[in-house]
């Protein structure tokens, strides 16, 4: 066989093989049309703004998002931090043929709170979940008035959110140790800890976004009875 006849048999095939993908594609899409559900797409005008990842975009619904990245092999994600006064965030993923993968909604950054959806590589709705049944008698709401009564934040206005550097300032986690609800919340202080410093003068970190590299005040409630179960403030 000759060259020029081995480039035509490739030329087909790879044709095939992409004719074939987009065909796919698109009766994915015209099946989640016909079933009533939105194809919600990977927002790749969006992805431009943000340099690529690089930067926060403000968007005109106030929405602003902090964190975005797309890969043809992974998939996609973006981070929306929802307009004041909300304290929430939602966290979407996204399939590597664009298509909405699943949407979390979230309070400090780590805890999935409300409805948490999930979504078929064609756009169709297969699960909700209730993120709210894992709570005891304290819900996100409680938390939030808590860092409100110490002063950190004000849900009418939602001052408070951010540190200057443009950081959220609030991490919060939910976890059940040996049976018993358990909230933690870490109030970032605005200051780098002396390790965290350390690893930037020797040119090991660029960007602090965890709550471990900076100082911050620390706080354990039960979640069954809001009892106070821990008060700290990491100074050193």
Known sequence: MNTQVKYYIFFILLSSTLICCKTISTKNEETALKNNFPVEKFNFEE????????QPYKKENGETITQMGFDYVFGGYVWVDLPAPSFFSLYKLYYTNGNLRAVHTV??????????????????????????EKFGSVKPLDILKF????????????????L????????VTFETKEEKKIWTIKILKGKENIETQNRKTLGKALFSNSASDWLYHKYEIDGDTGDLLFSSDRSL
């Open 47 to 54: 992805f431009a703004n943000t340099n690529y990842g690089k």
């Open 107 to 132: 309070l400090g950054q780590k805890t999935w709170i409300g409805t948490s959806l999930y979504y078929k590589k064609n756009g169709e709705l297969y699960k909700e979940v209730n993120e709210e």
């Open 147 to 162: 860092i409100q009564e110490k002063g950190y934040i004000n849900l009418d206005s939602g001052k408070g959110r951010y």
């Open 164 to 171: 200057n550097t443009g950081n959220q300032r609030i991490e």
